[in-house]
């Protein structure tokens, strides 16, 4: 602190202890019996009082400064690594299976025919236009060309005793194939039935029985069906010709077979297509051929009289492919191979 600010203070706390102590001394004396001499003046030594000076108001204490340790720079945190999910593989795209294998061709074609679109010739009766039945159909005869030429009619007898077979033109008769009663009709006048019927005099007297029971005589180059057997070209058996269907325009659409024992010893029909017959001379005798080998009969539907009817015809070869065009690898190839088939 500044002592000359201190001094005047001094001084005046001096002067107060020293009247204080004068009044005291004086006082004592008053009150004794005796005077006391007055004791010697001496002066007073002073002891400084260390008295905090004060403050002045316009001066404000200042404010403790906190000590702020110095903080430990803060280690960086390290990067949060999140686990980051796998991806997932790209799908794997499997190569697109090869193309199946192309279906074997067919080794026949059928025809589906309705049952009340034809009617079998075999057996059926035969009535003349009054609705009178004569007789029944037992075989027809055909040309080289397929053509129907002759239908053959068992003529009624009176117990049997008098039938005969007899040819009728074909162009003759009409075909109903669903009438309730005889299917085919004979459109002959009756007087040029009757002398188609009757057999020769000199015939009948000569040999009876042969002159009742013997067929007619086929023309030239006509060929019966009934039991005809139909063979392939070279020379293996189909089938036994045992009904032909005629249709009501008495066109044949199909002809039955019996294919019994030629693949399987069961016994079995099939329908043919009409169409699929081919009728060639061999050995100066027209017969009925048919391309139709063991598997294709074996592929074939059977036939079967209360069943819709399905004709098969041998399927026609597939279309050869088309040639490529020879470059030089290929001719090269050639080369080679004939060299080697020598």
Same mark, same amino acid.
């Given at each position: 602190?500044?002592?000359?600010?201190?001094?005047?203070?001094?001084?005046?706390?001096?002067?107060?202890?020293?009247?204080?102590? %004068?009044? $005291?001394?004086?006082?004592?004396?008053?009150?004794?019996?005796?005077?006391?001499?007055?004791?010697? $003046?001496?002066?007073? =030594?002073?002891?400084?009082?260390?008295?905090?000076?004060?403050?002045?108001?316009?001066?404000?204490?200042?404010?403790?400064?906190?000590?702020?340790?110095?903080?430990?720079?803060?280690?960086?945190?390290?990067?949060?690594? #999140?686990?980051?999910?796998?991806?997932?593989?790209?799908?794997?795209?499997? *190569?697109?299976? *090869?193309?199946?294998?192309?279906?074997?061709?067919? %080794?026949? =074609?059928?025809?589906? %025919?309705?049952?009340?679109?034809?009617?079998?010739?075999?057996?059926?009766?035969?009535?003349?236009?009054?609705?009178?039945?004569?007789? #029944?159909?037992?075989?027809? =005869?055909?040309?080289?060309?397929?053509?129907?030429?002759?239908?053959?009619?068992?003529?009624?007898?009176?117990?049997?005793?008098?039938?005969?077979?007899?040819?009728?033109?074909?162009?003759?008769?009409?075909?109903?194939?669903?009438?309730?009663?005889?299917?085919?009709? %004979? =459109?002959?006048?009756?007087?040029?039935?009757?002398?188609?019927?009757?057999?020769?005099?000199?015939?009948?007297?000569?040999?009876?029985?042969?002159?009742?029971?013997?067929?007619?005589?086929?023309?030239?180059?006509?060929?019966?069906?009934?039991?005809?057997?139909?063979?392939?070209?070279?020379?293996?058996?189909?089938?036994?010709? $045992?009904?032909? +269907? $005629?249709?009501?325009?008495?066109?044949?659409?199909?002809?039955? +077979?019996?294919?019994?024992?030629?693949? /399987?010893?069961?016994?079995?029909?099939?329908?043919?297509?009409?169409?699929?017959?081919?009728?060639?001379?061999?050995?100066?005798?027209? #017969?009925? +051929?048919?391309? +139709?080998?063991?598997?294709?009969?074996?592929?074939?539907?059977?036939?079967?009289?209360?069943?819709?009817?399905?004709?098969? /015809?041998?399927?026609?070869?597939?279309?050869?492919?088309?040639?490529?065009?020879?470059?030089?690898?290929? /001719?090269?190839?050639?080369? /080679?191979?004939?060299?080697?088939?020598?």
């Amino acid at each position: 602190m500044n002592g000359g600010f201190l001094r005047p203070a001094f001084r005046l706390l001096f002067l107060a202890v020293l009247a204080a102590l %004068i009044a $005291i001394t004086s006082g004592c004396s008053l009150f004794g019996p005796t005077e006391q001499p007055p004791a010697p $003046i001496s002066e007073a =030594t002073v002891t400084l009082l260390n008295v905090p000076a004060p403050v002045a108001a316009s001066e404000p204490e200042p404010e403790p400064v906190e000590t702020v340790e110095p903080k430990e720079p803060k280690k960086p945190r390290p990067p949060v690594v #999140r686990p980051r999910k796998p991806e997932p593989p790209p799908p794997v795209v499997a *190569p697109p299976p *090869p193309p199946p294998p192309p279906a074997p061709a067919p %080794i026949i =074609t059928t025809r589906v %025919i309705e049952r009340s679109a034809t009617h079998g010739l075999l057996d059926s009766e035969v009535q003349k236009n009054d609705g009178k039945v004569l007789g #029944r159909a037992v075989d027809m =005869t055909a040309d080289a060309s397929g053509t129907p030429r002759l239908m053959i009619v068992n003529l009624q007898g009176f117990l049997g005793v008098g039938d005969r077979k007899v040819g009728f033109p074909w162009t003759a008769f009409r075909f109903t194939p669903n009438a309730k009663g005889a299917p085919i009709t %004979i =459109t002959v006048p009756p007087n040029q039935l009757a002398a188609t019927s009757q057999p020769k005099p000199s015939a009948a007297l000569a040999t009876p029985l042969a002159a009742v029971t013997a067929p007619p005589a086929v023309p030239p180059g006509q060929l019966e069906l009934m039991d005809a057997d139909v063979e392939r070209p070279n020379g293996g058996k189909v089938g036994r010709v $045992i009904d032909v +269907l $005629i249709d009501a325009n008495a066109q044949p659409q199909a002809v039955v +077979l019996d294919v019994s024992g030629i693949i /399987s010893p069961d016994r079995r029909m099939i329908a043919a297509n009409w169409s699929a017959l081919r009728f060639v001379t061999k050995d100066k005798t027209l #017969r009925p +051929l048919m391309d +139709l080998n063991d598997a294709q009969i074996k592929a074939s539907p059977s036939y079967e009289t209360d069943k819709p009817i399905h004709a098969v /015809s041998p399927a026609p070869p597939p279309a050869p492919a088309p040639a490529a065009a020879a470059g030089p690898s290929s /001719s090269a190839a050639a080369a /080679s191979t004939a060299r080697n088939s020598r």
